[in-house]
Each structure stands twice: as structure tokens, then as C-alpha cells.
């Protein structure tokens, strides 16, 4: 507002004195900046909001990270005999052949046996093997689920349950690679037909637990050795496990075993054997050892 635009004659006469005496003054409406008395000013200076964008930035960057793996979960524990069931079944060359009847007779045919031997007062057989000259053992353990616990079945396994025919090269290839003694008879020998475990149960132990089941039971049969083919397609693995538990090796063996040349595998020999067992009994006040089968290891033939 100046001088000029005042209408009243008597305010601009007052304001011309005025004026005239202080030639700066005037009634000039500036805009003030209104003071913040409750922080920094409401506007940012350049290096400020740069400042503020590079931080927002970064903190919006720290929320869309994604947050950190969680640690890995603790291998499984190993299993031990006393985690595995073992069930001897019949050994079909499929399993599209084991029909519902043939598992409803082996069924019976073992219930019978069970019941003969309750009422007779007999003890029930520690081992009982089915007709064939071949069986599967079936490894089961108890898993924890949503409804509570179950049996999982863990791993197969198929081998003789006969007294081998002595052969000259079995009995040079026990005394070369075993440095065995003859018996009587000859040396007899079984042999590991197929080993098989499911993917969750590999390498927890399971194939351990079979070859020492596997091999007391061939004692049990009466066979001093125990055959098998190692084929891992030549990586060596393989070969390399069995010779570990104790076989070994045997060329001159190829021939009889199917795999000429190692063709579909390696030709190994191993020993039979019973594991020996720390649980211990007390019958009659005595202190006994606990037999392998029927005892440390849980084998049930019904």
C-alpha cells in the first residue's frame, strides 16, 4: 500500500508527512516466512533432500531384502539295530507277482505256525524261511507323523536262503581273499541278491544293519560266505562300501556270477558272520548275553 492509494485526505496528507520525513517508509504487505517453533523449517535445501531421497531409498531397500536363510536343520541320526524292524517275506522276481492271495497264504501259513507252537508249549522259531530258496527282507522303522506314529518301510533287500553247492573256486577264493580254513564239507556260500533304500534312509546306516542281518542269517543257514556284485556303473562307490564291511574282490568269480569280465558289476566274496551284541538278560538270576537274531536285531518272519 502506497501513499497514492489512500482515499481519506486527512490519512494521505498524514502519509505524505510521513513519507516525506522517512523517504523508506511504506505500507508495503511482504511475505514473511512463518517461524517453525516446533522444528527445522517445513522447506529442504538441495543437499537436504538429497539427503532425505538417499536415505528413503536405502530404507526401503532394507525392507524389500528378504530376511535371512534359517540355519540348516541337523542331519538324522544314524540308525541302530534297535530302530529297525525286520520282516522275511517270499521273494517274488516282481512285485507285480506277489498277488493279495499269496500274501493271505504266507499270512496264514506263519499264523498257523505261531498258534501250533502256543499251544503246544513249543518255543516259536527264531528264524523261519520261506520255500524258494530266495526271500526279501523288509526293513521298517517307526517315523512320527501328524496322527502319530507309523511304519515306514526303509529298504529291501533279496538273498539266498540255501546252503550253497561247494565249489573249487569259491573254496580258493575264501582261503586267497578270507585266508578261511576248509571244513568238511567244503566251503558253502549265499548270496546278496539286490539291496535297495529309500532315498530319505540313505546314508543313515541302513545298509550296515542289512549286511550284518544279511550275513547272520547266512550263518544261521549253515553258508560260510557270502557273494554279491557290486555294479556302480565304474565309479568304484560301490566296491568300494562292500570292500569296507569286509569283502573283497574275486575276478576268478566273475564267471560263475553272471558278469563275465565285470560286465555288470564286480565279483566280491565276504565272509558269513553273527555280530556280536553289549545287551545283556538276566534269566534265573543269570546274566546272559542277547542273541543277535531274535534279540539285538528285531527279525520277524510272520
Given at each position: ?67 535371512p536363510p534359517a540355519p540348516p ?10 530302530d529297525v524292524t525286520w520282516n ?123 549286511i550284518d542281518v544279511m550275513s ?87
Amino acid at each position: 500500500m502506497t501513499a497514492s492509494s489512500i482515499r481519506n485526505p486527512i490519512l494521505q496528507f498524514v502519509a505524505i508527512a510521513l513519507t516525506i520525513a522517512d523517504p523508506t517508509f511504506g505500507f508495503v504487505h511482504t511475505a514473511a516466512p512463518v517461524k517453525n517453533t516446533y522444528g527445522p523449517p517445513t522447506t529442504y535445501g538441495a543437499a537436504e533432500r538429497t539427503h532425505r531421497t538417499t536415505t528413503g531409498n536405502r530404507s526401503m531397500r532394507m525392507k524389500s531384502d528378504p530376511s535371512p536363510p534359517a540355519p540348516p536343520s541337523p542331519p538324522p541320526p544314524i540308525l541302530q539295530h534297535a530302530d529297525v524292524t525286520w520282516n522275511i517275506r517270499p521273494f517274488y522276481e516282481k512285485d507285480a507277482d506277489r498277488s493279495k492271495s499269496d500274501r493271505l497264504k504266507h499270512k496264514l501259513a506263519t499264523s498257523a505256525i505261531r498258534f501250533e507252537c502256543r499251544i503246544t508249549g513249543q518255543t516259536k522259531p527264531t528264524v523261519l524261511l520261506p520255500r524258494g530258496g530266495k526271500t526279501v527282507l523288509e526293513a521298517y522303522v517307526i517315523e512320527r507323523g501328524k496322527l502319530g506314529k507309523k511304519r515306514v518301510l526303509a529298504g529291501r533287500f533279496g538273498m539266498t536262503t540255501k546252503r550253497g553247492p561247494a565249489d573249487p573256486l569259491i573254496d580258493s577264493a575264501m582261503q586267497k581273499y578270507l585266508a578261511s580254513d576248509l571244513t568238511k564239507n567244503g566251503i558253502a556260500a549265499g548270496a546278496i541278491i539286490f539291496m535297495y533304500v529309500s532315498q530319505p534312509y540313505r546314508s543313515r546306516g541302513l545298509g550296515t544293519l542289512a549286511i550284518d542281518v544279511m550275513s547272520a542269517l547266512q550263518s544261521y543257514i549253515g553258508n560260510d560266505a557270502i557273494l554279491c556284485v557290486a555294479d556302480d556303473d565304474g565309479s568304484g562307490k560301490l566296491t568300494a562300501w562292500y570292500e569296507s564291511h569286509g569283502f573283497k574282490v574275486a575276478e576268478e568269480l566273475q564267471h560263475i556270477l553272471g558278469t563275465p569280465g565285470g560286465k555288470h558289476g564286480e565279483a566280491m566274496i565276504g565272509p558269513t558272520y553273527t555280530p556280536d551284541t553289549d545287551e545283556t538278560t538276566t534269566v534265573n538270576g543269570e546274566e546272559i548275553s542277547v542273541p543277535f537274531l531274535g534279540g539285538a536285531c528285531n527279525i520277524k518272519w510272520w
